[in-house]
């Protein structure tokens, strides 16, 4: 299944430079190893914001939640996810 996910980073901003940082690469990281794995698909930043759109691809909607639940940042993500179906067009 696709699934597109929105997601907004509500990190505070009193976070402490360098455990911004360490949480940033950390995410990066975990963002290679989805991909890696074939779950994230593609990921766009939204200007103008500390927000993503990603297309990702699971098993299931419990398969997502636990690939999102697992990025570093997931305590401080304002995540909405809407499942995508392929339009009867795409399928010709």
Known sequence: MEFLVRSENRLPVDTPAPRREEL???ER???VEL???GILKRLWRVPGR???IGLYEADDPAALHDALMS???SPWLDVS???LATHP???A
């Open 24 to 26: 940033r690469a950390a």
């Open 29 to 31: 990281a975990r963002a």
């Open 35 to 37: 991909r890696a794995a």
């Open 50 to 52: 500390s927000a993503t």
């Open 71 to 73: 990025l570093p940042m």
């Open 81 to 83: 996810v809407e499942a």
């Open 89 to 91: 067009q795409e399928r």
